[in-house]
């Protein structure tokens, strides 16, 4: 065992550097690759995007006119090919592309092969209920390998998909929905969720009633619930599958051709759908995930997040089939039927690469060790880490139990905007730091920079931003050019800020300290003050609400809100659990603040503006800070009391 744990990594006063072993087999063994890419960082991107097939090769790399940037100008490509015609001219064309595991531990394999022929056919589908190039699909499913077909599907033809998390409630669909003014929505009967069912197809039907540019909406039949369907509007999945043509050609798309819109929080109520185009997307994703995720043919890599978050779009669909990689996908929750669900998974079918969040390490944590140790997990060689900051305590967790002190753990730090990982140790290069994600990857400029976006000294905190365009950043804010500007790049010119607040420490590692603008990271997932605070308020009861980001053991934060009720109106019993579920309707459960506080007037500047700060405080039961600026002090001292 002794020898073993050597193999993968080596532990030397905190700091955890690569094993001979791991290294001799690695991919990017050459430390050389941070110097030549960042002396030719055009030359670096060019070079990656050779990787992927053009139908007709781009004719300069980069054209930046900031904050506009075009990548691969002029090449024409299909990202639907690339993840799979191009595989089936080897011998990949047989190899597993997606290993599907249900809930209830049925199970599915597609070679990529069969993914193909049902990609293709489900294309064909698109294109009979009058779906071209250019027209949006959402995608509101569960993680069923028909999640990633209709992806690709829309990717084939050229239309941009939205998947929207099958979590979110009908509001929340029904906002995206009319925003992306979509034409076809794919949803399925139902969800599967801890042995009940969430009822999809239901949620879409509310949804719909709101918005009128959809004209047909296919249903995967999952769970064998009964559900309506609307004559002429409604149709099954499977009956027009059957129907459905075996070949469709790949669509020939620009490269800056959308191929996406997702939508993600920001500091207002409204989401913000984050547009992503087709080439630079494709050599960002697909160059990540083989350096980081050292990638070899034999690999079962798992990476455990939804297709409804930018981690399950870049790193179960497009990045890894890309690269002709095995997919484990996992449709059901970590405890179901037991707590012990993923390491059974990954010791059924011997998983080699494991990327998780940190919150779901917390709460295997919490469940403790035995789970892990009742299973064989000898074939894991490589962990993952996104969402959160991951405190060092889960970290060292992860690499003892899950890891085995033999796994290098790629703790990546990222966003949907960024569309690829952008701070990542490499894993044969990078001795690691718990609780650090390091150094960028090669060809990324980051830096951490004070109020006038001057680089901080080593071992300062400050702002963390991206200096020069990548491949895969995001285009604009899908329909409001106006927002991306002013949301990205109006703090300081030409300069991309992330929204978070960083440390560059002496060894020039980077620490993610976490949001500094109103957004709130609740198990990795982003949330708007204002999102939550409009639900809250929309309440018949409430006069006003602010709310905040309280840390949490598990979740890394939860949402407290202060809630000021109407005048007249008693808090009386049960109100509290009302506002609570009021919250999960308008929005979806993740959402659902953990406490809300009562009282009868918020915190206030004289100019009217919530005071957030002192909020958290009284939330954290911290010591007040500097409170000079309120209106009226008593309201704090109230809150205190309580
Ligand atoms: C946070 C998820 C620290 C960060 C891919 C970022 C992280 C936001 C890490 C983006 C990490 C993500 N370490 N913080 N490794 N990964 N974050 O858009 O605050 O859902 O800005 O993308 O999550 O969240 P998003």
Known sequence: MREDKREGI????????????????????????????????????????ERLDWFKPWDKVLEWDPPFAQWYVGGKLNASYNCLDRHLTSWRRNKAAIIFEGEYGDSRVLTYQDLYREVNQFANVLKSLGVNKGDRVTIYLPMIPEAAIAMLACARIGAPHSVVFGGFSAEALRDRLIDAKAKVLITSDGSFRRGSVVPLKE???????????VEHVVVVQRTGTEVNMKE??????????????????????DAEDMLFILYTSGTTGKPKGVVHTTGGYMVGVSTTHEWIFDLKEEDVYWCTADVGWITGHSYIVYGPLANGATVLMYEGTPDYPAKDRFWEIIEKYRVTILYTAPTAIRTFMKWGPSYPESHD???????????????PEAWMWYYKHIGQERCPIVDTWWQTETGMIMMTPLPALTALKPGSCTVPFPGVKVEVVDHDGRPVAKGSDGYLVVREPWPAMLRTVYGDQN????????????????????????????????RVDDVINVSGHRIGTAEVESALVDHPSVAEAACIGKSHEVKGQAVA????LKEGVDVGNGLMDELKAHVAKKIGALARPDDIFFTPELPKTRSGKIMRRLLRDIAE?????????????????????K
Not at 377 to 391: A, F, H, K, M
Not at 491 to 512: H, L
Not at 561 to 564: E, G, N
Not at 632 to 641: G, N
Request: hydrophobic residues 40%; negative net charge; proline residues 2%.
């Open 10 to 49: 080596v532990e030397e006063s905190k700091v955890f550097k690569p094993g001979a072993e791991f290294k001799a087999r690695a991919l990017v063994r050459e430390e050389k690759v941070y110097e030549e890419a960042a002396r030719d960082r055009i030359g670096f991107w060019g070079q990656a995007a």
């Open 203 to 213: 949620n879409a039907d509310s949804a719909l009633a709101g918005s009128d540019s």
């Open 232 to 253: 002429g509007r409604d149709l099954w999945y499977h009956e027009q599958m059957q129907k459905a043509a075996l070949e469709c050609q790949a669509e020939e798309m």
């Open 377 to 391: 997990l000898s074939s894991l060689r490589l962990l993952g880490s996104v969402g959160e900051p991951i405190n």
């Open 483 to 514: 927002r991306y500007v002013n949301t990205y790049w109006s703090n300081w010119p030409g300069i991309y800020f992330t929204g978070d607040g960083a440390r560059w420490d002496e060894d020039g590692y980077f620490w993610v300290l976490g």
């Open 561 to 564: 809100a202060f809630v000021t």
């Open 621 to 641: 039961g911290r010591a007040l800070g500097d409170t000079t600026t309120l209106a009226d002090a008593s309201v704090v001292q109230a809150l205190r009391d």
